[in-house]
């Protein structure tokens, strides 16, 4: 975050967290998003946390719906 990245590129930011400081860390991202307009892509199985993103994609069986 340092570099200021356009993008950011996360594969289960919040996977190996408890639930609180997985939400915390979430709302930091949301917060990176709104104030510096870094552009994050997260894969997740996590639901409640792809429910707070702008834009959700589903793969199912190496498609999106």
Do not use: W, Y
Not at 25 to 41: D, P
Request: hydrophobic residues 35%; negative net charge.
């Amino acid at each position: 975050m340092i570099n200021e990245p356009k993008v950011v590129l996360a594969d289960e930011p919040t996977g190996n967290l408890d639930t609180h400081t997985g939400e915390e860390l979430f709302k930091l991202l949301l917060q990176l998003n709104e104030k510096k307009g870094i552009t994050f892509v997260i894969v997740t199985h996590n639901e409640s946390l792809s429910r707070q993103c702008h834009r959700v994609l589903e793969m199912i069986d190496g498609k999106f719906r």
